[in-house]
């Protein structure tokens, strides 16, 4: 093999450093592409991270009990009293057409009404105590006092539930046994309004 000439070897040398620069310059590339993915993907987990703490202290401050929905199904009056129902009192599921009256109520409402009340944005407000009861008097009295501040509220006995309070709103349940004015306004305040028909 001949030995290269002087402009032959100057031509190699350049050749040469072109392919290293070029070597290098992929490797950059390829390390500054692995550093962005790293990057991106570190971004992800922090967004998704910081967004999930976010929904568990969301939920976590949102009043009341979350109660799976049983949908908005209209029912035929026929049909009152087939539907069970998972939540005593009632948070969603099939209902009349029509609605109970807004406000108070010395009667209970028939489960198949109070739903469709909920579905339209109302807040129920039951109790369980004896009327007899100069305590409970006073208990419904309390109750009634915020109730008629909101003009979708309904306050209406319902005997038979597990506690002396009740709240619902759509597919959420709240119960207790003392008074708790900023409890259950907080509960009315974060449900009242909020339609609950299907979007069309």
Same mark, same amino acid.
């Given at each position: 093999?001949?030995?290269?000439?002087?402009?032959?070897?100057?031509?190699?040398?350049?050749?040469?450093?072109?392919?290293?620069?070029?070597?290098?310059?992929?490797?950059?590339?390829?390390?500054?592409?692995?550093?962005?993915?790293?990057?991106?993907?570190?971004?992800?987990?922090?967004?998704?991270?910081?967004?999930?703490?976010?929904?568990?202290?969301?939920?976590?401050?949102?009043?009341?009990?979350?109660? +799976?929905?049983?949908?908005?199904?209209?029912?035929?009056?026929?049909?009152?009293? %087939?539907?069970?129902?998972?939540?005593?009192?009632?948070?969603?599921?099939?209902?009349?057409?029509?609605?109970?009256?807004?406000?108070?109520?010395?009667?209970?409402?028939?489960?198949? %009404?109070?739903?469709?009340?909920?579905?339209?944005?109302?807040?129920?407000?039951?109790?369980?105590?004896?009327?007899?009861?100069?305590?409970?008097?006073?208990?419904?009295?309390?109750?009634?006092?915020?109730?008629?501040?909101?003009?979708?509220?309904?306050?209406?006995?319902?005997?038979?539930?597990?506690?002396?309070? +009740?709240?619902?709103?759509?597919?959420?349940?709240?119960?207790?046994?003392?008074?708790?004015?900023?409890?259950?306004?907080?509960?009315?305040?974060?449900?009242?309004?909020?339609?609950?028909?299907?979007?069309?």
């Amino acid at each position: 093999m001949e030995p290269l000439s002087r402009k032959e070897r100057r031509k190699a040398e350049r050749q040469a450093k072109r392919e290293q620069s070029q070597r290098e310059k992929t490797k950059h590339q390829k390390l500054a592409l692995v550093q962005k993915l790293f990057l991106y993907l570190v971004g992800i987990l922090l967004l998704g991270g910081v967004g999930y703490w976010a929904y568990g202290r969301l939920a976590a401050a949102s009043p009341g009990e979350f109660v +799976a929905s049983l949908g908005n199904r209209h029912i035929a009056p026929m049909e009152m009293g %087939l539907t069970q129902y998972t939540s005593e009192p009632p948070t969603s599921g099939p209902h009349f057409a029509a609605i109970a009256r807004w406000g108070i109520h010395e009667s209970p409402i028939p489960k198949e %009404l109070q739903v469709h009340n909920l579905e339209d944005g109302g807040v129920l407000v039951q109790y369980n105590c004896p009327l007899t009861n100069e305590e409970c008097k006073t208990l419904i009295e309390k109750l009634a006092q915020i109730v008629r501040r909101y003009d979708h509220a309904i306050l209406a006995p319902y005997p038979g539930i597990s506690h002396k309070i +009740a709240l619902t709103a759509w597919s959420r349940i709240d119960k207790f046994n003392d008074f708790d004015e900023a409890r259950i306004v907080r509960f009315i305040e974060s449900y009242i309004n909020i339609d609950h028909h299907p979007a069309k």
